[in-house]
């Protein structure tokens, strides 16, 4: 194949694994047909490839690097800052995913507007749309400076011409689905195209020290459209989560080298763009029932935020003979190990009854320190008894039927205070941690038994 200048391979779409014929199962990842057939060009043996490294690039002992404030560069869009850990690196290459009409290149057109009004110099390059489109939605945000310009170009070749040109220190590429470059013979969105122009994203951001943000178009399942070797390239993942007809948004970091990815930024769509929700506890509970059975609130971690999340559960009898089992918002596995634990521990017969369980305001938690809410609101439902709206819980339940400590309770204890709740159901191991807390009412249980008898 060495001395054709043209043929086919075969790419796995989850790895990016390459073959010179289709394969039933990828070799690389184990995935199931999931290789496609692409025109490739062959380069010519023996031909020399630069790759554009410093002509000083000799090693350095770590103690000489020195790390200076202005590495990292704020965009005073602080649940962003949050979420990329504290701002953006400088020669860092951020993709950002999420539904279409979620609100990635909003978020984006903001960051430049922020850092164009600090002096900053920022390229917006699009491959979907015109100048004129661009400056509509840019006048639906705001005013802009003249340090934000604007380019209409896919080709790849051209793009890095230009940024070396320009050198502006802020780049952002809408989207990487639509780049192309000519030696790639394969059509713009495909999986040669896509991992070839990152690629030479990555090298333009590592060497020339701009900070790119790359938009990724994401599949039905909810991934970034392309090879997933893509996601192993760039320096950090975000994805925009949340229901795009609902006002609010959630900025999660999937992958991050400079900082944790366990942090989340909440977001409010309005007329104006994406504005930031500072109190997300307080945001996610408006609207919350009184004296209705099956609701609770309870306290998830996301990194280092408290948020007050409340759920709701449904328990009724079922009118088929296999009852009906639903969670929304979190894991339906988890759901139904701790109605197994509930119907061994404490003899509830749910066999023959349906149970739904919903995270209010459209969430998605993991955290096994709601398993104690999810608990309650089921027993609550089931026993058609409200539980107290003042009173939030946390804890994990283990299948003996234990409650377990969880981390950060103090500070799960002193946002549920901060919101006006006055009683906090959590695992007993974890009352010497928190402490007294003024205006508190602390009450410790061990088992899902002593947390029945607090309803």
Known sequence: MAGKKSGTIFFCQECGYESGKWLGQCPGCRAWNSFVEEPVKVT???????????EDSTPLPISQIDLKEEDRLTTDIAELDRVLGGGIVAG?????????????????????????AKQVSV????????????????????QFDDHLQLLCETDLDTIDAVVRDKKPQVVVIDSIQT??????????GSVSQVRESTAVLMQLAKVQGVSIFIVGHVT???????????EHMVDTVLYFEGDRHASYRILRGVKNRFG???????????????????NPSEYMLTGRPEDASGSVVVCSM????????????????????????????TDFNRMNLLMAVLEKRLGMQLAGCDAYVNIAGGMRIMEPAIDLGIVLAIISSHRNLPLDPKMLCFGEIGLSGEVRA??????????????????????????????????MRLIGVASVMDAMQCI
């Open 220 to 230: 039905k399942e909810g991934t970034v459209a392309g090879p997933r070797v893509l």
């Open 260 to 278: 944790a990815t366990n942090e989340i930024g909440v977001f409010e769509m309005q007329e104006k763009g994406l504005v930031e929700v500072a």
């Open 179 to 188: 780049m192309f470059r000519q030696e790639i013979s394969a059509a713009p």
């Open 92 to 116: 860092s290459l951020t993709l950002v995913g999420g539904d279409p009409g979620i609100g990635k290149s909003t978020l984006l057109l903001q960051v430049c507007q922020r850092l164009a």
């Open 302 to 329: 996301e990194g280092t935020r408290p948020i007050l999340i409340e759920i709701q559960a449904l328990v009724c009898s079922t009118n088929f003979g296999i009852p009906r089992r639903q969670a929304t918002g």
């Open 44 to 54: 010519a043996k023996g031909k020399r490839v630069t790759t554009g490294l410093r």
């Open 123 to 142: 390229l917006y390059i699009s491959g979907e749309e015109s100048l004129r489109q661009i400056k509509l939605r840019a006048e639906r945000i705001g």
């Open 406 to 439: 969880v981390s950060m309770a103090k500070q799960r204890v002193m946002e549920a205070k901060k919101l006006g709740f006055t009683t906090c159901i959590l695992p007993e191991v974890c009352l010497k941690d928190v402490g007294q807390v003024e205006g």
